[in-house]
């Protein structure tokens, strides 16, 4: 298996522009996280999906962030208008429930810059 | 809400030795899992050893090995023969075992391999 596979692996981009970050989970996996790693918040949950239904979004720092699922093998995070502040590396992540300490697998990360 | 704790922010071991990488928890919960991953300079997060909360024995994964203290909260790992390759970030996660599935990190300890 690829593994969880994430485009693009770096993106700079001026602040205020749309910065949309793509993940692609392990086939048969019915759960979906995206995670954001920064120095001063370490990993942080920002939502995730079960069966590409949104289950907590609660980690979502606020309106310019949306993510959506619209099959079993796709997602999207999309910052609009990013902000320097933004910078950080997010992470996908996937699993396959089966019932106890069933592993999340992450993907390679996507590290964002916003100037 | 839960919180996990890492009081190391760095350590250092010299090769072959042994070294032990401390976390705490704090939660309410009863049942829960608990999770060591690593992530080397390449930023993978890579799962490393995981412990089911009901389970008395601690878990162990050829040179690692966890101390899980579930009265004292406390969820250790150890590495055996350190080797150079164990140079990395070592985060500790929680997670529920009652239907949220999210992650919750420590600040993770940076491990430093000595030749």
């Known amino acids: 298996d690829a593994g969880v596979i994430q485009s693009p692996r770096h993106e700079v981009t001026e602040m205020g522009q749309e910065v949309t970050l793509r993940c692609k989970p392990i086939?048969?996996?019915?759960?979906l996280f995206w995670y954001r790693q920064t120095m001063m918040r370490g990993l942080e949950l920002l939502i995730y999906?079960?069966?590409?239904?949104?289950?907590?979004d609660s980690g979502m720092p606020e309106d310019r962030f949306s993510a959506k699922m619209p099959n079993a093998s796709f997602s999207t995070l999309k910052i609009q208008p990013s902000e320097p502040r933004d910078s950080a590396v997010y992470f996908c992540a996937s699993s396959l429930t089966s019932g106890g300490a069933y592993e999340q697998y992450f993907g390679p990360g996507t590290r964002l810059t916003v100037t | 809400a839960q919180t996990v704790t890492q009081s190391q922010p760095e350590m250092s071991v010299q090769e072959a030795e042994t070294v032990t990488l401390s976390c705490t928890y704090d939660?309410?919960?009863?049942?829960?899992?608990l999770f060591w991953y690593k992530q080397p300079p390449s930023r993978q997060m890579i799962l490393v050893i995981r412990?089911?909360?009901?389970?008395?024995q601690n878990a162990t994964e050829n040179r690692f090995s966890v101390n899980f203290q579930k009265a004292a909260k406390s969820f250790s790992l150890k590495i055996s023969d350190s080797q150079l390759g164990d140079a990395a970030m070592y985060f500790c996660a929680y997670r529920s075992a009652f239907g949220n599935e999210k992650l919750t990190f420590g600040t993770g300890t940076r491990l430093t391999i000595i030749p």
């Open positions: 412990q089911e909360a009901y389970k008395q």
């Open positions: 999906f079960n069966n590409n239904v949104p289950i907590d």
């Open positions: 939660t309410s919960e009863s049942d829960y899992y």
């Open positions: 086939s048969g996996h019915d759960y």
